[in-house]
């Protein structure tokens, strides 16, 4: 009996099998090409650009973590800006004439307090559990207080990158810099009276005339000695540096307007009255750290005197930290500006991993993709095709003739 009609038969039925299973994982799927086999070209564009598409979707999420850390610092940065316009706004009621003793204790008590924020500011968690200004030591709190209260950063100024797009790498740690970096005084000098004045003077930065000079001045490690000598109408002054004089004046004895000093590309203006034996040391500014300078703002409110001389060497020392908060108002702008510029760099970086992805996804699609209506049409038309046959071959079967074959 010739059985080549059923094998022909059966080698039919399972090829439209074959091909209703694979359009119905097409339909399920959306995917046309699953396996090398099917379609090597298409294959190997889609995987080369899902690969892609994985590398941007990361970049991606290394992007939300930075922009959640730096958000976290933004935060912190605010906190510390308000602390520092507060600070500078209790000094300026000290030298507004706030001279009772117990006013001004009240006042120091205050700085205190805001040190105290200043330190809780200072070693805040980030989100993901790490503080946030401890550079690559985040398990370790960057700022530690000692039994006599002076603060300390054990923090580092690590950078840890990470890419955020193609080529593109951004920094994934925040530092304590913006709480230790600021140079004292006005950014070029300190101001010091001596302890032993017995007169109201006072010297004051009032801004540059020589840029250059000054930096010279701030970068070098010489100070510049100011002392006054002679009476009351008559009071002079001399300015030495490394033993040489130089400058040489008289002060103003009108009682209306001060004496200005140019001295080192910065002007100064000396302002009460002197006593004949007075000085006072002008120094290159040194890095401050924003607790010191809270210290030290407190502890002169603290312990401020009663004569004018007592007053005056206070309201040096209280100048000397206004123009100090300034330098850290800067320096939080700066950090804060500087925050600004990498969220800025990420958002733009995120837009182009998007669009690229966005890209990728199309390639894919155009490799790989199922057409679907034809799809399912061929799915429906194979289908009905199966089931004719079969019917077909069933009808047949129940011939008598097929007996004989």
Not at 11 to 24: G, V
């Amino acid at each position: 009996m010739d059985l080549s009609f059923y094998s022909n038969f059966t080698n039919t039925l399972a090829a439209q099998e074959a091909q209703i299973n694979r359009l119905q994982q097409q339909v399920s799927s959306g995917v046309t090409v699953q396996t090398p086999d099917q379609n090597p070209a298409a294959y190997e564009t889609a995987a080369l650009a899902n690969d892609q598409i994985s590398q941007l979707n990361n970049d991606n999420t290394t992007q939300a973590a930075i922009q959640t850390q730096l958000g976290a610092a933004n935060n912190s940065y605010n906190s510390m800006a308000s602390l520092l316009d507060n600070v500078q706004s209790i000094v300026l009621q000290a030298l507004n004439g706030t001279s009772n003793s117990q006013n001004l204790n009240a006042l120091a008590t205050q700085v205190q307090s805001a040190s105290q924020q200043l330190l809780s500011i200072g070693n805040a968690i980030s989100p993901n559990g790490s503080y946030l200004f401890s550079g690559s030591h985040g398990t370790l709190a960057p700022f530690q207080q000692d039994a006599s209260g002076n603060i300390s950063y054990f923090g580092d100024s690590g950078q840890g990158q990470a890419t955020i797009a193609q080529g593109q790498t951004a920094n994934t740690l925040v530092t304590g810099d913006v709480f230790t970096s600021a140079l004292a005084g006005d950014g070029i000098s300190t101001v010091a009276a001596a302890t032993s004045n017995t007169g109201s003077g006072q010297i004051l930065q009032q801004g540059l005339v020589n840029a250059g000079t000054a930096t010279a001045f701030q970068r070098g490690n010489t100070p510049i000695t100011v002392s006054f000598s002679g009476s009351s109408g008559a009071m002079g002054y001399t300015a030495t540096q490394n033993g040489a004089t130089i400058a040489t004046g008289t002060l103003n004895s009108d009682g209306t307007s001060q004496t200005s000093l140019q001295l080192a590309g910065v002007d100064y203006e000396i302002t009460g009255s002197p006593a004949n034996g007075d000085s006072f040391t002008i120094s290159p500014s040194r890095p401050q750290s924003a607790f010191a300078l809270l210290s030290q703002i407190s502890n002169a409110l603290a312990n401020a005197g009663s004569t004018p001389a007592q007053m005056a060497q206070t309201n040096q020392v209280l100048n000397q930290g206004l123009a100090g908060l300034a330098q850290y108002q800067q320096a939080v702008t700066t950090a804060q500006a500087r925050n600004g510029v990498t969220l800025q760099a990420l958002s733009t970086a995120s837009a182009g991993n998007t669009s690229q992805a966005t890209a990728a996804q199309t390639t894919v699609n155009n490799a790989t993709a199922v057409d679907m209506p034809a799809a399912i049409t061929a799915l429906d038309q194979t289908t009905t095709a199966l089931q004719a046959a079969m019917k077909t071959f069933s009808t047949a079967q129940s011939l008598s003739l097929f007996n004989y074959l």
